[in-house]
Nanobody, 124 residues
Framework: QVQLVESGGGLVQAGGSLRLSCSASDATISNYAMGWFRQAPGKGREFVATIGSSGGSGATFIANSVKGRFTISRDNAKNTVYLQMNSLKPEDTAVYYC???????????????WGQGTQVTVSS
């Protein structure tokens, strides 16, 4: 059982930045693809970013809605994945989740383990 814990959420003004962290226990994240998703009130879970395993391509994919503002990275020594969010907009307000998959994918169905989520609120 992989345990994922997100942190770094909070309240920020539009144009500000936040860095979300996702730490894993009982798993070495370098062996897996990691993804970030978000869910706003009344909406479905939306893909944000993913990064391939270190043993694979290590490629990253970013959703068009956040491209140029968000970046995903990993620190294998800390067993942690990050989501750097810059130029935040009110429409970025959501609960952000990290997840683990055996393949690099934007599909929520292919992620096996999920964290509990962290709230990000962007005020206008």
């Amino acid at each position: 059982q992989v345990q994922l814990v997100e942190s770094g959420g909070g309240l920020v003004q539009a144009g500000g930045s936040l860095r979300l962290s996702c730490s894993a226990s009982d798993a070495t994240i370098s062996n897996y693809a990691m993804g970030w998703f978000r869910q706003a009130p009344g909406k479905g879970r939306e893909f944000v970013a993913t990064i391939g395993s270190s043993g694979g391509s290590g490629a990253t994919f970013i959703a068009n809605s956040v491209k140029g503002r968000f970046t995903i990275s990993r620190d294998n020594a800390k067993n942690t994945v990050y989501l750097q969010m810059n130029s935040l907009k009110p429409e970025d307000t959501a609960v952000y989740y990290c997840a683990v998959s055996n393949v690099i994918t934007m599909s929520t169905r292919l992620y096996d383990y999920w964290g509990q989520g962290t709230q990000v609120t962007v005020s206008s």
